[in-house]
């Protein structure tokens, strides 16, 4: 089985670009993350869908940030314009729900510096 | 505030070794606890999860323990690998959603030749 796919893997670009990263979570999975992870910081949800609907963004930092799930099989992560301070490492992990608790599975990140 | 605080921050053992990674929280209520083990520049892998009622569970030459009572947890790496170097994140589910979860920051492992 394939993984959670992110694109792409390294993203260098210069401030007030916009950034979109994107994901494909694990076919059948019904919950799609969003994480931002940094040193000082550790790992942050940003937002989380269920069933391709927004459930919580509260992690998001600003109104630079949006995401977007069109279908179960696609979710975009969009900051613009970006900023030096947006520098991180973004998850995107999928998981299931079938009663027990089930691990969030992760994707490989996406390293995103702004210069 | 809910909070995880895990110990040792970095940690350098000898291959073959054993070692311990300590977890102790604050959240209420309490759900489940996990471990995942994150290779460089890899996403989190989950390593186990423990419910309230779950004292021990182990995955492989890992064992993952809890004390509900105490709010601590800890993780236990039996003869350690050089493919163990890693950081081990420990993760607390109040429940009730995604946005329940707290996440320590990690424990860096190094395991020398």
């Known amino acids: 089985d394939a993984g959670v796919i992110q694109s792409p893997r390294h993203e260098v670009t210069e401030m007030g670009q916009e950034v979109t990263l994107r994901c494909k979570p694990i076919?059948?999975?019904?919950?799609l993350f969003w994480y931002r992870q940094t040193m000082m910081r550790g790992l942050e949800l940003l937002i989380y869908?269920?069933?391709?609907?927004?459930?919580?963004d509260s992690g998001m930092p600003e109104d630079r940030f949006s995401a977007k799930m069109p279908n179960a099989s696609f979710s975009t992560l969009k900051i613009q314009p970006s900023e030096p301070r947006d520098s991180a490492v973004y998850f995107c992990?999928?998981?299931?729900?079938?009663?027990?608790?089930?691990?969030?599975?992760f994707g490989d990140g996406t390293r995103l510096s702004i210069l | 505030k809910n909070q995880v605080e895990q110990s040792p921050q970095s940690l350098i053992i000898l291959e073959g070794k054993n070692c311990t990674l300590q977890?102790?929280?604050?959240?209420?209520?309490?759900?489940?606890l996990r471990w995942y083990k994150q290779d460089t520049g890899r996403g989190p892998v989950s390593l186990t999860i423990?419910?309230?009622?779950?004292n021990t569970k182990s995955n492989g030459r890992y064992t993952a323990t809890l004390d509900a009572d105490t709010k601590q947890s800890s993780l236990h790496i039996t003869a350690s690998q050089l493919s163990d170097s890693a950081s081990y994140i420990c993760?607390?589910?109040?429940?009730?959603?995604?946005?329940?979860?707290?996440f320590g920051k990690g424990t860096h492992l190094i395991i020398q030749p």
């Open positions: 993760v607390v589910d109040s429940g009730g959603g995604a946005d329940g979860l707290t």
């Open positions: 977890c102790n929280y604050t959240v209420s209520p309490f759900s489940n």
């Open positions: 992990a999928s998981s299931l729900w079938d009663g027990v608790y089930q691990p969030q599975h």
């Open positions: 423990m419910t309230f009622s779950e």
């Open positions: 869908f269920n069933n391709n609907v927004p459930i919580d």
């Open positions: 076919s059948g999975h019904d919950y």
